[in-house]
Each structure stands twice: as structure tokens, then as C-alpha cells.
């Protein structure tokens, strides 16, 4: 029985909690939360866990296995580090951590005291993404083409980071989850709409060798909440709708062939469209997943899906943006 | 009554001849159609009209009034040009042309000559357009602050111009329309799936001094079809959705505001959610009212909506993008 | 080449001579509308075409094989009478006639005289239900259980027949051209909101021996327009989406497997809900194979797809349909 | 403070529960729940409720103001019945009773000891349904003509009652909270695609007086999920869509007027189609207003929204369904 310490019980630490009191191998004994005021909600709950205020006890504590840290951003890099030097498996909430540096640091500390390091990339373990997945890996999409995800909504504006930083984690790890290039350059732009100059709507392409593009639109001012992504390939494409209850993915049959007149210097296309398909996904708690693997790759020793490298990767591509964001969406080298 | 020469009988030419010809003040008496297998076709609807082969005809008949030039961009300047110094009112289709330079030399001549210039920029005569223009102007949606606009389907590829120059006029010409600044600036990405180099799928970024962005998401290789613009202002924010057949613009009496914080150095964020509501629409012919503007706009000497500084401006946002799709996105001033 | 009289060029005429002027084997030569101002119209877009007022002339014309008949319902009964006793074959607008004796009569007239008598059911012919027909002839739905139509929008109310009359003639000749059984009887309710009691909204139940039912909502005053209805299997079940643009059938790998549990006189029921398909639709004009089907039974003696009897059954019904509504809904024999 | 008592802590217990406990005026005491299995589940999140096997024990409680019964609808009438006759004010689930004669009888009991009795119409006290009743009774609609409802899904199978008597007392009940006229007949017909005879499609229509008809579509074998309304009034028309997460009722500023030609003996009709209007929709918990609702009428002595009368009218028109299946359809007066 792996026993896990979870630091921060805030807007997540209750599902993470939830989720891992219902696994078989592993289960939360302690909860390290500043607010004391909560300590007694949690008690309430889960009367069998240990709450704690400080996450130094929690840390140290050698009856903890694992860690799972879902505080701000800003935290995790130092948190996690202490957690990993004092040998324990970390889980961390995404974002990773606020700059590669500190990621690549915690990857390398992990590495070397052979540390399961992962990131709670969540939506890797929906039934959508797990479909996705399956669809790609089986080339049935064939070739693949472009990736163009739009998350807006009204939402909540953060006090520390933009938008990019808020809403693409999630599609950035799904893209890199289900495409095996990595992006070599990023193109960002955006705006702030309140006088702290952090953008609430932003706009990213990630640049592949491949002849392969992703494109990315976040906002946090939209009147109308709309979380889909665009996957072409050059046999199908599908569109994912994170909206729909259940038909959350639609498979087309549907493409183009072109071929080069070469007489003419001039392109023929022939289009195709084809039935639409619309699998059964797993209805399974993608959080209920997150647990599970954590768990499953400590006992067996084994990478997650949601592993430090993932999670690395998506911190370059947001590091990346800030960057070209403020060099006035200049490509900028990942 | 304005006597009226159309120039190109190809895809759009018989829409413009079918609206033109329900017009009280105007007609066209002459078609210029190089394919002569056109001819007969042309005859046999329009018994009344002069059908020849050769432009140059047309531009020199003395019983012509106007020319409605509906060839391909790469035409529109030597035809326009020719049509000017003749004397002769100019409506071309979109994009104007395929240059700022040829675009201002046009705009040139038509002012040393007092003669009208218009750009058929059919989507500004459309009832939804009107009605957003109305909104905007009577300042129910506040001050505004972005426009966010897809167009993507699976569409033909265009072997000589890119996504951009083919879909964005439209979109282009909407937003320049509705909002009274101008962007100094564009950053532009995209891809081309096929061998010729000209990209299919393309995204692009007008940046303006007073805190608007507007953003362009065009496609050919997509498989669903979208037309839809999202509009925020500071009071409300619409939602202008193309294919719907009646629908076509939502206004939500939604958005928030922000005061900082100073002690704290943050951000509070009030949303607000409220009602929707749905306009009814003019159902008229969009073509119809381009037709009734250029007519009227000769004989009353007036300025048309799509006048010839709105098809400059498309045209001037269209070569920026390009430059700056060469520049790897880097930004390109208007 | 079959030789074919079109008898009213009202609203649906034009849309008959259009599809009959591109078949191969035969073409309409004659056209009888007793509106004079029409003839100029009809002249100028068919100059080949023998225009006349008077219907008589038309079916006397011993020129002419065969006889499309697109006049107003009270008239179907005589002129198709007249023009089987002239031995011509005849196609017959929906529905067929005003009473179910008149069918028959024009049913006995036609087989004695080895005439082909065919009634406009435009629907059998469409992409959709000729995928419905091949679901459901494959067993793929398994038993068929239920069939329930809506057709509503804000529609032209008609002076003389209730919207029974007006709608359901599609979703009947649809419900018998898949289903093979017949209903033994109907019950029908309604409402007119106007002064001559002719009903704009009616409900009504077609009941069956086999487990099966039917049923329809048709209404005039409806805010919305839905063309819609589900027809559920053992196996599998479908949605029919008429106004979906291409879309237009799901099929839902969804059902229930029940079995009784004898001991507690209990029910026992699982439930399964599984993937969706959209299958691809020939997208060819309906009307062109209504055309087409005619003319090839007149040249192969065969019996068309809409033919007489899947005529008179639909009128069987909606005869009885105004009984059962006269007579408050009580079960009407057919 | 009102104490209440609960009998059944099964599928919506926990959630009357759970509103109550957030009530000013009143709460839960005391819970009987035969299944003692469940004592410790309610204890659990509840420590301050006493808990019982027993309903005669709660009822004849002397500290316990009201009962609230969440059994199954055959148990209604003797429990309320029983708690009725010790003074208890009562709080039942829909539908009332199983009988109207077992409603009656309620309804005298309690107005002869003054007591409130109310019925559970939870949809009442739903945002949506009180913006319709603020739209009628402000007559915006204008006259009202029809009530269309359809609530269908692939529905859990009912051992013991049909699927009028488990969805249809939704529908019933916003019907006659809207509309002040009360039906004089039904007319049912359904399906039973099991063997014990028990209809798991149902169609019905309320037939009225004043030129209204109320129609309802039920079953538990469709493979979506549909939650609408039509309310058609002589000034405008809406919809109402439950499944909506916030745009559940739009308002169609639609209509028609007809007038007679009597010289023609025919009807003329204008057709009017213009904005539509969604309007927001306050978000409070239905089930909050319920416990509200019950509360405040037996601190103020006042009638509930949902009151038994209405509750009778409910079981009139159900058990008048179900003779009218029985009798094929026909006319049943209510």
C-alpha cells in the first residue's frame, strides 16, 4: 500500500483526494493545507487522514511514499524538489513548474534517485484522449497535418499568469501526448484588457519540421465557452469537443488527395467526404486514472503517461510563448 | 438609366447580371466574355444583352456607363486602370487587387476623375452586417475590444494565392467596416499541405494602438465547415455565426469589470451574465443592395459602403500577412 | 423516348419539367395550364415545349404516352381517370386523391388497362430513406418497434384540407415504404385556431398487430420548424434529421434487452448505449429519381418504387384520420 | 424552527434532505428508512438526525411539526394519510397518490384539521418554469393555444407503472401551473414492448374548452434525449429546453393573424417571424424552493405553489390516461 502525502487542499486537493481514497494499491494518510480553517472540513470527510498545516512535516514524514502537490505554480519547483530529495515519488498539478530550468532540475533529481516524477496532465486520461490516442497510434488518421485547439470562455482571470499559461497546458499535452514530433519554434500574440498587462486573450502556432502545425486560441473574455480541437490527417480528421456529454469525438471520413500537374506548375485536389463517426468513450474519471498510474508506476516502476518529460515539454512551449508574446509574436526557438 | 458592361462571366458574373437586372436605375447592356462558349448560354437568359469576346470593346463603347470587372485578381488593375481612363465607374470584385501599389494608383485615377471606385465586398450589404454595424455604432456593445473570426471548410485550393488572400477579404472587410481604427501591424503563420508552397491553412494576428486585437483563423483542409466572428465590447459581446440560416447574430449581455486592486497590487474581476437576444435580420439579397449602392452612388455622386479606401485597406492587411508568413511571423507594420 | 403531358405549372410543375428535361429516355412535350399569363414564362425557358390551356387537349394528344398530373388534390381523381381510360400512364402529385374509393377506382382502371399509375412520393427517393430502406431491409435495426414523426413549423395554412392532409402524407408514405406491415387502425386528435375548423395542429397514433406503433405531431404553428423521427429498433435505433443539410441520419447503436424474472413478476431490462454512425448520403435530386422510376416502369413494365397501392395507403389513413378526429380520437378502423 | 420528519432515504430523499438542511425556518429531525443498512450512510453525514426503521414511530413523533414522504407513489396515501390524522403537515412526492379518490380524500383530511398538504412538483420552483408563468400571467404570449411536451430517453423501465404515470406528472404539472383552464378530456395511446403489459411509449392529449390543446410524447426507448416544450400563445410563441444548461427558454416574437374572407368563404393569414429572446434564468436549486416554499406556508398558513389541488389535477388526468389506453384511445373525461 503506497502512502501518499497530499500538500494543498484547495480547488483540486479534494477530487485528488476523492480519487485516491478509492484505489486499491495506494491511499492519502496525511494533508499538509496552510488554512487551518479547512483542517476541520477535511476531518470531517476523511476522519482517517492525518491533517497537518506545514508541508515541511508532511515532507519529512517517513511514512509517506509519495507526494502529490497541488499548491500554485510558483510553489511546485521548490516543494517538489524538497519532496524528491527526501526520496519520495512526486505527482505534481499542472503546470509543472514556472520555468523549464526548474523543471529540467526536479527531471534530473528524480532521474538520479530513480523517483517516479509526474504531472497531473489530467485530460491524458479521459476516454477522449485514450480514443484519440488509439486512433493515432493505429494510423487511421493517416498523416497527420495540423492540431487548432480553441478553449475560450468567461473566465476567471488569474492574478499571475495569462491565459496561455491558465487554459493551454491542457491542449498542449494532449497534442504532445498523441504526436510524437516536438515542436521546434512558437509564434504568440495577445492582449491584456486590464491594466496589469496579463493578457486574457492569446493566440499561439507551434511550428513543426514536418510539414505539421498547431495552432492554439485561449480567452478568458468570451461570451460562449467553447473547448474543441481540429485534428487533420491526410486520411481522416476529427473534431473533439470537450462540450458534448457524451459524442465528444467525430471521426470524418473525409479528406483530399492532391497530386501536381507538372506540365501546368499547377496543384489538382481531389476532396472526399465520407461518413462521420462518433466512438463510445470510456466514461471512467480521468482523475480516477491520474491515480491510478501514479500509483501503478511506483509499485512497478514504470513511466507514466503523464511523465516529467510531458510535463517539461508543455512548460518549454509556454516559456516559448512569453517570449515571442513579448517580442511581438517573433518566432522564437523552443 | 446607367448603362452597365460586365467583364467575366465565370462563377460570380451571373449573379452580378441576375441583381443588376432587377435594379430600377441602372442595367448591364454589355458582357465582355472571352470563353465564347459562354456566349450562347449568356443569350438565351439575356436575350437584351450585348455579349462579346474582347474587354477592350466593351471598355471603349461609348453607351457604357460603368464597368463590374469579375475576372481573376491577377486582371483587376489592367482592367480597372483601362476601364478609369476611359471614364468609366469601376465596381471589381474582391480583393481589389493583387497589391497595395495597384490599389492606390487606381484610387488615384478615380479621384483626378471624379469617378466612382467601389469593391464588391458583398458580405457589407448582408442583413447580419448591418445589423452589427448598428450595434457598434449606437455603442451597445461598449467600447470594443476583440474580433475573432473562423473560416474554415474543406475548400477548394486555389493554385495561385493562398488562404489568406481567398477567404480573410471577407472577414477582413467586416471588421474594417464595423471598427473605425486601423491596425498598424500583422503577424501571420500557416502551413501549406501540398508542393506548390502556398499555405491551406493560415492564421493571422491585426494588432491596432488602442487596445483592440483581431485574430483570423482560415482554412481549406478543415472537415466542418465554420463561418463565426466573436465581437467583445465592454458592455456586451455578440457572436455573428454565418450558417445559420436565420440566426446569425446572438448579443449577450455578458462581460465583467475590473478594478485593481492597488494595495495588493491585483486584479478584481466582476463577471456579469445576463440575457440573450437574437435580432431579426433583412433578408435581402446582399448582391442586390451592392448593385443598388454602386448605381446610386453614380448617379448621386455619393461614397459607396465598399468604397475603394475599404478595398485598399483588405488588400494592404492581405501583402502584410504575406510579408509576414516569409518572416516566420515575426510582425509586419501595415 | 417517352412522350409526357404536365398538367399545372403551379408550384411543383417547374420542378417536374426540370427533372423530366434531363432524362435520357423520355421528356416532356406538353404542358397544359389553364393560367394563360404563364405560358410566356414556360415558353421562354422550354422554346420546345407545346404549351396549351385547356387539359383536355393534353390527354387526347395521341402524341403523348404518358400523363404528369401536379393540379390541386380535388382534381387528381377525374383527370387521371380520364387520362388511364385515354390509356396513358400516369404520375399522380401526393396524395394520390381525396378518398380512398377514388384511389381504388383509379387503382382497378389502371391494372385492367396494363397503365403504370404512380403517385409523387418524392421522399422514397431521397439519399436518407433510401438508407433507411437498406438499414432496416439488412435486419441491422432489428425488429422495428416504433416509428415517431415531427413536422412542424409556421407553415402556409391551406384553405381546404388540415395539416394532417397537408404533412403527414410524407412521413406516411416514409413509415410504409420501410415498414411492411400495415396498420389496422388510427387515432387522431386536433385543434383548428381558426374560424373554419379546419385543424392547423393534429396528433396522430397508427396502430399495428405486430408490437408496433406509429406516430405523428404535424402542426402549421410551431415557432421552430423540426422535420424529424426516430424510429427505434432491437438492435439499433435511428434519428432522421430532414433538415440537418447533409447529416441527415444517425444511427444509434443503443437498445435494451429485457427479460421477465417470474418468480417477482418483474421486468428485468438492460440497457446498452454504444457508438454513433452518420453514414454518407447520395446527395442526387429526389425528384430526378421520381423521373427517372416513371419512365423506366412505362419502358420495362415494372412497378415503381412510389406506386399506386403505397398511394392508397396513405390516403387509407389519412381518411380515417379525419374520422377518428370527428369522432374525438376514438380508434378508427382503416 | 419547524421540525420535519422524512420517511425514505432513497433516490431523492438525500436531496430533500440536503435542502432542508440549508432552510432558515426549518430542518429535519428525524429519518425513517426501512433499509437499515442505510442508518449508518445518513449518520454519517448527518450526526445531528435521529434515524428510524419505522415510519409509525416518526409519524406519531409529538416533535415533529410536518412529514415529508419520499416512498414509492403506492405508499403515499396511507402514510400521508396516517400522518395527516396526527397532525402532521405533509410534504408528499409526486405523484400524490396512485387514485384521485385517494387524493380527495388527503385533501379533505387536511383542510379539516388546516394543515398544508403539498405535493412535490419540483419543477415549479425551477427558474425556467417561473419565467414562463412570469411571461403568461404578464400575457406576453398572448392568448394561449397550445402545449406541446416531449420527454424522452432510453429510460430506466418501471416494474409497475407506465411511462405517462413516471414522466408525464412533470409536464402535467408546469401545464397546469401555467394555464388557468383545466382539461375536460384526455385521449392516450401507447405501446408496451415488453411483456407485462405495462406502456413504455405514451402518447396523450389534453383537450380543453377554450380552443387550447395540451399534447405529451413519453417513452423510455428513444436513443436521445429530448426535454421540450412548445407553448404557443396568439402573440408569441417559446420554447422550452430543459437540456440546456442555461439557455432553456427562448421566445420567439412570432405569430400569425388570420381573418375571413367571407365572400370566398376562405382564410386569409399573415405570418410574423421576428426577434428572438433568451432571457436569463435565475440558478437557485429548485429543490431549495420546495423546502422554502413548505416551510414558509406553515410558519404563514399559506398555500404552497404547489398545492394539492394541483397535485389532484395531476392524478385526474393520469388515471384518465390510463382508461383511455384501455379503452383504444378514446375520449375520457377528467
Known sequence: MVKIGLIGFGYWGPNLVRNFSIQKEGKVTVIAEAREERHLQI????????????????????????VVIA????????????????????????????SVDESKELIDIAKSKNLILMV?????????????????????????????SSRINLGLFQPDVNVLW????????????????????VNATGISHTNNGIENVA???LNYQDNFIAHFNCSWTSPVKVR???????????????????????????GYNHSSDEEKNKIMVDYRTGDVFIPKLST???????????????????????????????????????????????????
Chains 1, 2, 3, 4 share one sequence.
Open 228 to 254: 474543441s480541437t481540429l485534428i487533420g490527417g491526410d486520411k481522416k480528421m476529427l473534431v473533439y469537443n470537450d462540450l458534448e456529454p457524451s459524442e465528444k469525438i467525430r471521426i470524418y471520413d473525409t
Open 71 to 98: 499548491t500554485p505554480v510558483f510553489s511546485h519547483y521548490k516543494l517538489a524538489k524538497q519532496a524528491l530529495l527526501a526520496g519520495k515519488h512526486v505527482l505534481l498539478e499542472k503546470p509543472m513548474t514556472s
Open 43 to 66: 476531518s470531517k470527510i476523511y476522519p482517517e487522514i492525518t491533517v497537518c498545516s506545514n508541508s515541511d512535516d508532511l515532507i519529512n514524514n517517513s511514512n509517506i511514499d509519495a
Open 166 to 185: 491558465d487554459l493551454a497546458p491542457h491542449d498542449i499535452s494532449i497534442l504532445n501526448f498523441l504526436v510524437s514530433n516536438t515542436p521546434h519554434s
Open 203 to 205: 493566440y499561439m502556432t
Open 120 to 148: 497531473d496532465h489530467t485530460f491524458l486520461y479521459t476516454g477522449a484522449v485514450q480514443k484519440m490516442k488509439e486512433l493515432i497510434s493505429s494510423e487511421q488518421l493517416g498523416k497527420l497535418q495540423y492540431f487548432d
Open 284 to 334: 471512467q474519471e480521468a482523475l480516477f486514472g491520474v491515480a491510478f498510474d501514479f500509483i501503478d508506476c511506483i509499485i512497478n516502476t514504470k513511466e507514466p503517461l503523464a511523465n516529467a518529460e510531458l510535463g517539461l515539454e508543455v512548460v518549454k512551449v509556454l516559456e516559448a510563448s512569453q517570449k515571442s508574446i513579448k517580442n511581438k509574436g517573433a518566432e522564437t526557438l523552443i
